[in-house]
Structure formats: C-alpha cells, structure tokens
C-alpha cells in the first residue's frame, strides 16, 4: 500500500513511482467499477487534492500531477519510468517467445532485434501506427513499443535489457 503523504512530498524512488502508477491505475479499476478505494488510496487523493488546492489559494501554480508525484523536477518522472518498464517487458517477452531467437545470447539477440526494428520502423510504421497491431511477430512487439511513445533501443541497451532478466532470474 502507499503511504500517501510520503508519496506527495520528498524524494521518491523507482519503486516509490512504481506504487503510485499501480495505485492510480488500482483506484481507476475501482472507481470505474464502482467498489470502494482502500484507506491508503483515499489518503493519496486527500493528500494530493489538499496540496492541489492549497498552492491554489496561495496564489502558486497549481499542479495535480506534480503532487501526487506523476511529474518531478528533473530525473526521470514516473510515467516514463512505467513506459521504459513496459517497453522492457515487452523486449523480454519477445526473445522468449522467438523460436529463432529464444536459443542465442543475449548480445546476439540484441544485434538481430535492433536490425528487425529498424527495418520495421523505416518500412512498415510509418503506415501501420495509424491500424491495428499486426499479428505477427516480431512486428507485433515493435508496433506496441513504438505505441508506447517509447524508441527501440540500440544494441547495447538492448543487450543490457535482455541481461537483466538473466540476472533477475525472470
């Protein structure tokens, strides 16, 4: 659960926006189906709309996002960390799930990857961001990753992407 008003003032962790991306998404799930917010969840809304309106009557520039902590000054802010993890996950799934590619090294996988996305990002997204995703793979993993506003990374990042499920155990 997040401790809502740690989450509204002072610094925050990669894990500390992690929970509060899960907790919006959490508190969205249950307004839309109607059931009750947790005590945690209603804390953050409380927390964040209290700040909210008080830079409001003190004359500040008012900013939801910024407390509730979806947007920081500097570093990286926390819906690009969850668009990196995303994008991640989705690198990972890929060479998984690749009969041609599950059974190579990470730094091989990593060279083959980039070359299809390249391919597929000068030839294909260009015209097929705006439709449906393909069905097929691999175009299926660069067209979600490419939807996500996220880049394809380059050969080295890519590696280090695969590595860490090696690492994670995943």
């Not at 659960?1 to 500390?16: E, H, I, L, P, W």
Request: proline share 5%.
């Amino acid at each position: 659960m997040v401790n809502a008003s740690a989450k509204v003032a002072g610094q925050k962790t990669g894990d500390d926006n992690a929970a509060i991306i899960a907790q919006l998404r959490d508190i969205h799930a249950r307004l839309t189906a109607g059931t009750a917010l947790t005590a945690g969840q209603s804390g953050l809304l409380t927390n964040a709309i209290g700040a909210y309106l008080d830079a409001l009557d003190g004359g500040a520039s008012p900013s939801l996002d910024r407390t509730i902590g979806l947007r920081t000054w500097g570093g990286v802010s926390p819906a690009r960390q969850d668009r990196l993890a995303r994008r991640d996950l989705l690198l990972r799934d890929l060479w998984r799930a690749s009969p041609e590619w599950c059974g190579l090294s990470a730094s091989v996988v990593a060279r083959l990857m980039v070359q299809s996305a390249e391919r597929y990002e000068a030839q294909r997204w260009p015209r097929e961001q705006y439709r449906p995703q393909p069905a097929a793979q691999p175009s299926a993993t660069w067209w979600q990753v490419l939807s996500l506003g996220s880049k394809i990374p380059g050969a080295k990042r890519l590696q280090q992407i695969l590595e860490e499920e090696i690492q994670d155990g995943v």
